[in-house]
């Protein structure tokens, strides 16, 4: 995150047009990081290696593998999962003891022939764990300002014709 | 994903003896029925296992708001498993209406009589007669949005209360396709405010502000999520909400229900009433019954699971629509209420998206990731959608069971087992043909479909008979004195439109039994 990138979006944030519930969420996962607590470091780094194949980003901008590691720890869910999957923290240990140990170290087409063997053969985990990394990614302030979406700007609201736009709306965005 | 956020838990108790009626759950079930018995004087509480999440709380946000969901999990089995957490559930001071998109069609005369008309499904034991007075009533109270003239469906007594809400861009891009094509349009019925409205016990509900994000819970009022409309009623007459109670167990005496225990705070306690309304819902409450083998003599409960066929599809154009913009679902077509060669049919609306709804949903339904997915995702502005709400038949191969995998609560998981059957797979593939053609009409490219089901129903049906339904045509338990049961586990079919509204009429129906059962004397005079 450039110091410009981040200027433009906490000014945003910090605005009139965003609402203090979503200020408060939004200011708290800028620059949320945290430790592992589930994972093996072995296993840590394989999931880190195909986060960033699965959902590409920089780890050190949004710490989306530390985000899944958060949640197994502390047991949340997302109030389901395929019956005929084991639990999500198992789910995901099968996944990961599916790639090479050495995965992290692979080149990006041989990492990406892996997962789409890995993809084939866990389809429960390789979805579950996709979709929660999609979530991290795109729940993000910065990839909401580098897509130029203003929608968390929601005070007092929006027109809704394609054509009739909000100033915030327009220029937010790189 | 947010812990759940703890709302402020009301520390004490107050004096709940002698209550009237217990109602479990405070969604479209329990809610209306709840400001009922208030408003007759009689002396209710009801028990929600969530916190209150007042509008002034609620962020702009999917992540922050899945406190809004149950987010204990499920297990989802069978040929076309259900999702659930933000898909299918709610949780909190106003149950799943917190989060639903709040449409609110009312079901056809012959929803009702699918059987009779096709030999096939279940005929319901009411008719639309029975229901429209209580639709009138619902439509105006919560301040529904709605066109002058609707041309679908049953008479109606009148126009809707308010003047249809400002279409979005997918509306847009869906009314032009079908002028192509001939098929009707109109502006959807939305219970969001297109005008201010005064709520007793709440206050003025200001109109919407067209941000977008119904389904992550509405931060003006504007949208007539029941805290805002119904359980503000109950409370300003007297009723008591308790929050933070998830009930463990339904008390029993000699045969009869007589309260509920429950953990609120991480303290067991237990409430009596003379009724109890069971309103938790089409998984909680057959959860609870097969916990304890009550109210089962039919063998019914948890049977006959149901979820509408509920296929999406997306598409991206050259507009700058700016999904996230107006209520998600401004334009309808019930042109296809009936079509030919399935049983029953479905209606279509446009859809608007939250960011993150999108890009999981593109995730898990075309397994697209690395480089794809981001640049799909870049485009989230130029997204359009529509989707379909479809009908589906009760079957015997759909149904919820209890586990032997405990939660976190120590209660045992449910399993439900969900697989469409061939009338609903001819159906999603009508709709999802007819839906791609619409979607090559507007200009969209990269265009994909979700198949999808929505809504939780079914698994304590409503019947005539004894031995083939749980509860009577009003909600009484067949077998089980003292217990009733108001949610959508009671429709025996799972009807062409969303549920909601047709939840809450039948909510104040079977006030109105319950009232004349504990009341008779007010009957016959």
Same mark, same amino acid.
């Given at each position: 995150?450039?110091?410009?990138?981040?200027?433009?979006?906490?000014?945003?944030?910090?605005?009139?047009?965003?609402?203090?519930?979503?200020?408060?969420?939004?200011?708290?996962?800028?620059?949320a990081?945290?430790?592992r607590?589930?994972?093996?470091?072995a296993?840590?780094?394989?999931?880190?290696?195909?986060?960033?194949?699965?959902v590409?980003?920089?780890?050190?901008?949004?710490?989306?593998?530390?985000?899944v590691?958060?949640?197994?720890?502390?047991?949340?869910?997302?109030?389901?999962?395929y019956?005929?999957?084991?639990?999500?923290?198992?789910?995901?240990?099968?996944?990961l003891?599916?790639?090479?140990?050495?995965?992290?170290?692979?080149?990006?087409?041989?990492?990406?022939d892996a997962?789409?063997?890995a993809?084939?053969?866990h389809?429960?985990?390789?979805?579950d764990?996709?979709?929660?990394l999609?979530?991290?990614?795109?729940?993000?302030?910065?990839?909401?300002?580098?897509?130029?979406?203003?929608g968390?700007m929601?005070v007092?609201?929006?027109?809704?014709?394609?054509?009739?736009?909000?100033?915030?709306?327009?220029?937010?965005?790189? | 994903?947010?812990?759940? =956020?703890?709302?402020?838990v009301?520390?004490?108790?107050p004096d709940l003896?002698?209550?009237?009626?217990?109602v479990?759950g405070?969604?479209?079930?329990?809610?209306?029925?709840?400001?009922?018995?208030?408003?007759?004087?009689?002396r209710?509480a009801?028990?929600e296992?969530g916190?209150?999440?007042p509008?002034?709380?609620i962020?702009?946000?999917?992540v922050?708001?899945a406190g809004?969901?149950?987010?204990d999990?499920?297990?989802?089995?069978?040929g076309?498993p259900?999702?659930?957490?933000?898909?299918?559930?709610?949780?909190?001071?106003g149950?799943?209406?917190?989060h639903y998109?709040?449409?609110?069609?009312?079901?056809?005369p012959?929803?009702?009589?699918?059987?009779s008309?096709?030999?096939?499904?279940?005929?319901?034991?009411?008719t639309?007669a029975?229901l429209?007075?209580?639709?009138?009533?619902?439509?105006?109270f919560?301040?529904?949005?709605?066109?002058a003239e609707y041309?679908w469906?049953?008479?109606?007594?009148?126009?809707?209360?308010?003047?249809?809400?400002?279409?979005?861009g997918a509306?847009?891009?869906?009314?032009?396709?079908?002028?192509?094509v001939? +098929?009707?349009?109109?502006?959807?019925?939305?219970?969001a405010?297109?005008?201010?409205?005064?709520?007793?016990?709440?206050?003025?509900?200001?109109?919407?502000s067209n941000?977008?994000f119904?389904?992550?819970?509405?931060?003006?009022?504007?949208?007539?999520?029941?805290?805002?409309?119904f359980?503000?009623l109950?409370?300003?007459?007297?009723a008591?909400i308790?929050?933070?109670?998830?009930?463990?167990?339904?008390?029993?005496?000699?045969?009869?229900?007589?309260?509920?225990?429950?953990?609120?705070?991480?303290r067991?306690?237990?409430?009596?009433?003379?009724?109890?309304v069971?309103?938790?819902?089409a998984?909680?409450t057959?959860?609870?019954?097969?916990?304890?083998?009550?109210?089962?003599?039919?063998?019914?409960?948890?049977?006959?699971?149901?979820?509408?066929v509920?296929?999406?599809v997306?598409?991206?154009?050259?507009?700058d629509l700016?999904?996230?913009r107006? +209520?998600?679902?401004?334009? +309808?077509s019930?042109?296809?209420?009936r079509?030919?060669?399935v049983?029953?049919g479905?209606?279509?609306?446009?859809?608007?998206?939250m960011?993150?709804?999108?890009?999981?949903?593109?995730?898990r339904?075309?397994?697209?990731?690395g480089?794809?997915l981001?640049?799909?995702?870049?485009q989230?502005?130029?997204?359009?959608? +529509?989707?379909?709400?479809?009908?589906?038949?009760?079957?015997?191969?759909?149904?919820?069971?209890?586990s032997?995998?405990?939660?976190?609560r120590?209660?045992?998981k449910?399993?439900?087992h969900f697989?469409?059957?061939e009338?609903?797979?001819?159906?999603?593939?009508h709709?999802?043909t007819?839906?791609?053609?619409?979607?090559?009409?507007a200009g969209?490219?990269?265009?994909?479909?979700?198949?999808?089901?929505?809504?939780?129903?079914?698994?304590?049906?409503?019947?005539h008979?004894?031995?083939?339904?749980?509860?009577?045509?009003?909600? =009484?338990?067949?077998?089980?004195?003292?217990?009733?049961?108001?949610?959508?586990?009671?429709?025996?079919?799972?009807?062409?439109?969303?549920p909601?509204?047709?939840?809450?009429?039948?909510?104040?129906?079977?006030?109105?039994?319950?009232?004349s059962?504990?009341?008779?004397?007010?009957?016959?005079?």
């Open positions: 995150m450039t110091s410009a990138e981040r200027a433009a979006i906490l000014a945003a944030l910090n605005g009139p047009h965003v609402s203090a519930p979503t200020r408060e969420a939004l200011l708290a996962r800028l620059d990081r945290y430790e607590r589930y994972f093996t470091e296993d840590f780094r394989v999931l880190r290696a195909a986060a960033v194949r699965l590409p980003h920089d780890p050190d901008e949004l710490d989306l593998t530390g985000l590691d958060d949640r197994l720890h502390a047991g949340r869910t997302d109030g389901w999962r019956a005929a999957a084991p639990p999500d923290g198992e789910a995901y240990r099968a996944l003891a599916s790639l090479p140990a050495d995965f992290a170290a692979l080149d990006d087409c041989a990492q990406d997962l789409r063997a993809q084939g053969a389809p429960h985990a390789f979805e764990l996709l979709a929660e999609t979530e991290g990614f795109m729940a993000h302030p910065l990839t909401a300002y580098r897509f130029g979406y203003a968390f929601d007092p609201g929006w027109q809704v014709a394609p054509d009739a736009f909000e100033e915030r709306e327009v220029t937010y965005g790189p | 994903m947010a812990p759940e =956020r703890t709302g402020p009301n520390a004490a108790l003896r002698d209550l009237d009626v217990l479990i405070t969604g479209a079930g329990g809610a209306p029925l709840l400001a009922r018995l208030a408003s007759a004087g009689l209710v009801a028990l296992a916190v209150r999440h509008p002034s709380g962020a702009t946000d999917e922050a708001q809004l969901f149950w987010m999990e499920r297990l989802s089995a069978g076309d259900v999702g659930f957490g933000r898909n299918n559930s709610g949780r909190g001071v149950g799943s209406t917190l998109t709040a449409y609110t069609p009312r079901a056809h012959d929803d009702f009589t699918l059987h008309d096709t030999g096939q499904g279940v005929d319901w034991p009411l639309y029975d429209a007075p209580y639709y009138d009533e619902v439509e105006t919560i301040g529904v949005s709605g066109p041309p469906g049953g008479e109606r007594s009148g126009p809707y209360p308010h003047p249809p809400l400002p279409v979005n509306g847009l891009l869906m009314e032009r396709a079908c002028a192509e001939g +098929i009707r349009t109109s502006p959807a019925a939305n219970a405010l297109s005008r201010p409205q005064e709520q007793e016990g709440f206050g003025l509900r200001p109109a919407c941000r977008g119904c389904q992550a819970g509405c931060s003006t009022g504007a949208k007539a999520s029941l805290d805002v409309t359980l503000a109950a409370e300003a007459r007297g008591v308790v929050d933070g109670a998830q009930v463990v167990a339904l008390l029993t005496e000699g045969g009869r229900v007589t309260g509920a225990r429950f953990v609120r705070g991480g067991e306690e237990t409430l009596h009433a003379g009724t109890v069971l309103a938790a819902g998984v909680e057959p959860r609870l019954l097969l916990m304890q083998g009550l109210a089962n003599s039919s063998g019914q409960v948890g049977r006959n699971f149901m979820a509408h509920g296929v999406q997306w598409g991206l154009v050259d507009e700016r999904p996230y107006g +209520i998600p679902g401004g334009l +309808i019930e042109d296809t209420h079509i030919p060669g049983i029953g479905y209606l279509l609306q446009s859809l608007g998206v960011p993150v709804t999108y890009a999981t949903q593109f995730a339904g075309t397994g697209t990731w480089a794809a981001t640049e799909h995702l870049r989230y502005r130029h997204v359009a959608g +529509i989707n379909v709400l479809g009908d589906c038949l009760p079957y015997g191969h759909n149904y919820l069971e209890l032997a995998e405990p939660d976190a120590g209660l045992p449910p399993r439900v697989t469409f059957g009338n609903e797979r001819r159906m999603a593939a709709a999802e007819l839906m791609r053609d619409l979607w090559a009409r969209a490219r990269d265009v994909w479909a979700l198949p999808r089901a929505a809504h939780t129903l079914g698994t304590a049906r409503m019947g008979d004894p031995r083939g339904s749980v509860v009577d045509p009003w909600g =009484r338990a067949h077998d089980t004195p003292g217990l009733w049961i108001c949610d959508n586990s009671t429709f025996p079919s799972a009807l062409a439109v969303n909601a509204l047709t939840q809450m009429a039948l909510s104040l129906r079977t006030a109105d039994a319950l009232l059962d504990l009341r008779p004397q007010q009957v016959t005079a």
